[in-house]
């Protein structure tokens, strides 16, 4: 059975730093793109950054030069650096894994709380 689970969420400050991590438990991790969304009530669910299986990385315009994304293929995990937090960067942050290969298949972790307050 898939499993996403995202750890690393918490309360922050203004301006600083947090660092998301996504366990899957999924067979051949490596062929799948990786992504963080994250949602705040009353929204839809948005793309923060992807990583595809080659490494082709994609940010939002509102966080590029702030978040990195990057995967470790030997451990199935995929991480999400924050810097610079900002209060509109609050929201619950979501672990995504898709592929085409052999049919699409889509699956999400149950997400983690990212508050940015002073």
């Known amino acids: 059975q898939v499993q996403l689970v995202e750890s690393g969420g918490g309360l922050v400050q203004p301006g600083g730093s947090l660092r998301l991590s996504c366990a899957a438990s999924?067979?051949?991790?490596?062929?799948?793109?990786m992504g963080w969304y994250r949602q705040t009530p009353g929204l839809q669910r948005q793309l923060v950054a992807g990583i595809t299986s080659g490494g082709t990385i994609n940010y939002a315009d509102s966080v590029k030069g702030r978040f990195s994304i990057s995967r470790d293929n030997t451990k199935n995990m995929v991480y999400l650096q924050m810097n610079n937090l900002r209060p509109e960067d609050t929201a619950v942050y979501y672990c995504?894994?898709?592929?085409?290969?052999?049919?699409?298949?889509?699956?999400w972790g149950q997400g983690t709380q990212v508050t940015v307050s002073s």
């Open positions: 995504n894994a898709n592929t085409r290969v052999a049919g699409y298949k889509d699956y």
């Open positions: 999924i067979i051949g991790f490596s062929i799948y793109t």
